[in-house]
T-cell receptor, first 115, second 114 residues
Framework: DQQVKQNSPSLSVQEGRISILNCDYT??????FLWYKKYPAEGPTFLIS?????DKNEDGRFTVFLNKSAKHLSLHIVPSQPGDSAVYFC??????????????FGAGTQVVVTP | EAGVAQSPRYKIIEKRQSVAFWCNPI?????LYWYQQILGQGPKLLIQ????????DSQLPKDRFSAERLKGVDSTLKIQPAKLEDSAVYLC????????????FGPGTRLTVT
């Protein structure tokens, strides 16, 4: 049962423009969300996160938006740079001590930034 | 700070053979995770350790997979016997403690079962 879904397997964007990656989830108990970035032959690296008590979190060129009522989050990258070309994974975790650290990942979106 | 180390990086075996993967987490990280990432999918948690105790192994196929974390540091994941559908990248991750959402991943071991 896929509780975290990234419905766009790939995204191509021109350098300098905005990249918008989307993620939907079905489990209303999820209360913390993360984005990871993965280059080929490397493990995923943490990019940015957001708690369910917020609707926006910003870190430099990266902003994550959370819409709890729609069970939807998005990652905005502005401006996009060639080094942003990677696979981006959305991940979510449930509240509660039994669920600490247990992340459920989406299938990922391959971003290609073209010159 | 050294990252999470994994070996080997690549492994090719025939079905029904056995294989073992090794992971050394970031120093001081109490929590260690093993994930399986099948091509085209996101990582799926197999097992979570807190120090040398198992926190969650509900998604570990225990008839063929086993994992241990002796002395609460290094960990090994074993598959015996391997099946074709075990072909995947096996990722090890660690976090400072079980209360931290942010996990640090190793480069993974790409397993091909023929």
């Amino acid at each position: 049962d896929q509780q975290v879904k990234q419905n766009s397997p790939s995204l191509s964007v021109q350098e300098g423009r905005i990249s918008i990656l989307n993620c939907d989830y079905t489990n209303s108990m999820f209360d913390y969300f993360l984005w990871y970035k993965k280059y080929p032959a490397e493990g995923p690296t943490f990019l940015i996160s957001i708690s369910s008590i917020k609707d926006k979190n910003e870190d430099g060129r990266f902003t994550v938006f959370l819409n709890k009522s729609a069970k939807h989050l998005s990652l905005h990258i502005v401006p996009s740079q060639p080094g942003d070309s990677a696979v981006y994974f959305c991940a979510a975790s449930e509240e509660g001590s039994d669920s600490w650290g247990k992340l459920q990942f989406g299938a990922g979106t391959q971003v290609v930034v073209t010159p | 700070e050294a990252g999470v180390a994994q070996s080997p990086r690549y492994k090719i075996i025939e079905k029904r053979q056995s294989v073992a993967f090794w992971c050394n987490p970031i120093s001081g990280h109490a929590t260690l995770y093993w994930y399986q990432q099948i091509l085209g999918q996101g990582p799926k948690l197999l097992i979570q350790f807190q120090n040398n105790g198992v926190v969650d192994d509900s998604q570990l196929p225990k008839d063929r997979f086993s994992a241990e974390r002796l002395k609460g540091v290094d960990s090994t994941l074993k598959i015996q016997p391997a099946k074709l559908e075990d072909s995947a990248v096996y990722l090890c991750a660690s976090s400072f403690n079980g209360n931290s959402y942010e996990q640090y991943f190793g480069p993974g071991t790409r397993l091909t079962v023929t």
